[in-house]
């Protein structure tokens, strides 16, 4: 089954990606490339795109991956609700798996049920200082009541020296 995806292309840094059909089998980065259909500038968020060729890889049953999909419909090439794009997952030092972020914007309801479900009601804290003015006036205390203790430091001369 053929692909429709980005191949990263440039520097460290200073990437731009082309958008190729290619066999899902091989990595984009193989070297086995079907076609070159355009370019994306992430940076700048420019593109070029061939939307004849685009167009006959679809009919033909190639299938986009997620974010050259998204592209694909910026572009207004297909039409449709873009795709929330999964990054890959991350391994910490010990092995686990970190969870796959997702590009997804979550709504306002989303965020106050995960807060409120999620979320226990805090104790407060014993006699906390609420002022700034109550943060002073203790510091002021606390230095009044220590005891300034004068060190004296001997120094002891060798008399044995020649």
Request: proline share 4%; hydrophobic share 30%; aromatic share 6%.
């Amino acid at each position: 089954m053929l692909t429709l995806r980005f191949q990263r292309v440039g520097k460290k840094h200073d990437t731009t990606f082309r958008v190729v059909a290619v066999d899902s089998r091989f990595s984009s980065k193989s070297g086995k490339v079907k076609e070159v259909l355009g370019w994306w500038d992430h940076r700048k968020d420019k593109f070029e795109l061939k939307t004849e060729r685009i167009n006959y890889w679809l009919k033909n049953g190639a299938q986009p991956s997620d974010s050259c999909f998204n592209l694909l419909i910026k572009a207004k090439i297909i039409e449709g609700k873009k795709r929330p794009v999964v990054f890959h997952k991350k391994k910490t030092k010990e092995g686990e798996e970190v969870p796959a972020k997702t590009e997804t914007t979550k709504t306002a309801e989303q965020q106050l049920t995960e807060t409120s479900e999620a979320s226990t009601p805090l104790e407060p804290m014993a006699e906390t200082p609420e002022t700034k003015e109550e943060i002073k006036e203790e510091a002021k205390e606390e230095i009044k009541e220590e005891p300034k203790t004068e060190e004296t430091v001997e120094i002891k001369e060798d008399t044995n020296s020649q």
